[in-house]
């Protein structure tokens, strides 16, 4: 049997992501890990380090399927590893990403309507009032609810995934894995 790692428990990472931003809305920022190391690292080792080693998520859905028997493990769908389908999911979920940013400025910018609601899958409001306790300011507020809906809405998509497919289906889409795969090609097309 293979030794653990240090980094075979970040799986633990994305449910206490989860945990610590329901009851307070601010540990979204702790996302922005997720959000910017896969393209560090990409960008300095020109490789899926992080999708490869240290992605929580990817581990979790392992761990789901594999210790608790919820994957269908049917082979994942040729379309979701589709160019086409990658390339489009990745606009939309930067679109997502970009709107949340531009609330985000709105608020910064003396909007005084700060949206205390996570929003699942970009369509469902889902009052979260009792997670936002702190004396911050409002755009900040305003950021952690728009990026815990993006980390939420993705979670869910991946497990609803790898109930009916392959363990890491997700990892066939992931915009974060997508991105870092273009950043890795690119380095490899400038190598000489």
């Not at 653990?4 to 979204?28: Q, R, T, V």
């Not at 920022?29 to 240290?54: E, H, M, Q, T, V």
Request: overall charge positive; proline content about 4%.
């Amino acid at each position: 049997m293979k030794k653990k790692k240090w980094y075979d428990y970040l799986w633990l990472w994305s449910i206490l992501y989860f945990i610590l931003g329901f009851f307070n809305i601010l540990f979204a920022w702790a996302g922005l890990i997720d959000f910017l190391l896969p393209l560090f690292l990409a960008i300095l080792g020109g490789n899926k380090l992080f999708c490869n080693s240290f992605c929580g998520r990817g581990q979790l859905l392992t761990v789901l399927s594999t210790k608790l028997n919820l994957s269908a493990n049917r082979p994942t769908p040729a379309w979701m590893y589709s160019k086409f389908f990658r390339h489009g999911f990745l606009i939309f979920f930067m679109t997502m990403f970009l709107q949340m940013l531009y609330n985000t400025y709105l608020v910064f910018g003396g909007v005084e309507t700060l949206s205390q609601t996570i929003t699942v899958l970009w369509t469902f409001s889902v009052p979260w009032e009792w997670a936002y306790t702190a004396n911050v300011s409002p755009w900040t507020a305003q950021f952690s609810f728009g990026f815990y809906s993006i980390m939420l809405t993705s979670a869910l998509i991946g497990i609803v995934t790898m109930l009916f497919y392959r363990p890491r289906t997700w990892c066939a889409f992931c915009p974060m894995g997508h991105m870092t795969q273009l950043i890795c090609k690119a380095k490899q097309s400038d190598t000489p």
